[in-house]
T-cell receptor
Framework: NAGVMQNPRHLVRRRGQEARLRCSPM?????VYWYRQLPEEGLKFMVY????????ESGMPKERFSAEFPKEGPSILRIQQVVRGDSAAYFC???????????????FGSGTQLSVL | RKEVEQDPGPFNVPEGATVAFNCTYS??????FFWYRQDCRKEPKLLMS???SGNEDGRFTAQLNRASQYISLLIRDSKLSDSATYLC??????????FGRGTSLIVHP
């Protein structure tokens, strides 16, 4: 039973380019969360999705960032026109249950380290 | 006030010591709490859930104090391999899992 799969592990982009980060949840999990971790800081919530729906995007910057979780395929976090401040580790997590429920445990992927030159 | 707060440390303890971390949360309606462990900024891994009655897993004990809105993690007989960052998780707005900044533990020989 494969865990949460994220790719790529490392992504280097120049300022102004686009970054696409992928996440496949654990088998049987339909809830996906994206978190960002800046150096020397904790994990900051970005967005919570279920299949074909964005449930909560209160942590997403209003511009340049978008996320989707299509019916088929992985969840995608897309960052347009990247800037140096976007450099961070981006972690995806999946969960078998809804927030506030007993099955809220998160299982994390190994993350994507984005470096913007 | 941050939704989940932790003392970042570092806590520097000798092998065999007992060490405790606290974490405060602001959402009084929170129902689910967890402790995660993160090594060298790799992915966080679930250490244990925190139940109202408290729970123990080997050398680790987690407790919840709803009146004072904090959770705690106690590690007994510390091992070198316990060195890591310990993240506490509560629920923020809309019950989204919200992480504290993490507490760094260094266990030395």
């Amino acid at each position: 039973n494969a865990g949460v799969m994220q790719n790529p592990r490392h992504l280097v982009r120049r300022r102004g380019q686009e970054a696409r980060l992928r996440c496949s949840p654990m088998k049987g999990h339909s809830h996906v969360y994206w978190y960002r971790q800046l150096p020397e800081e904790g994990l900051k919530f970005m967005v919570y999705l279920q299949k074909e729906n964005i449930i909560d995007e209160s942590g997403m910057p209003k511009e340049r960032f978008s996320a989707e979780f299509p019916k088929e395929g992985p969840s995608i976090l897309r960052i347009q026109q990247v800037v140096r401040g976007d450099s961070a580790a981006y972690f995806c997590a999946s969960s078998p249950g809804t927030p506030g429920g007993a099955n809220e445990k998160l299982f994390f992927g190994s993350g994507t380290q984005l470096s913007v030159l | 006030r941050k939704e989940v707060e932790q003392d970042p440390g570092p806590f520097n303890v000798p092998e065999g010591a007992t060490v405790a971390f606290n974490c405060t949360y602001s959402n009084s309606a929170s129902q689910s709490f967890f402790w995660y462990r993160q090594d060298c900024r790799k992915e966080p891994k679930l250490l244990m859930s925190v139940y109202s009655s408290g729970n123990e897993d080997g050398r680790f004990t987690a407790q919840l104090n709803r009146a004072s809105q904090y959770i705690s993690l106690l590690i007994r007989d510390s091992k070198l391999s316990d060195s890591a960052t310990y993240l506490c998780v509560g629920e923020g707005g809309s019950y989204i899992p919200t992480f504290g900044r993490g507490t760094s533990l260094i266990v030395h020989p």
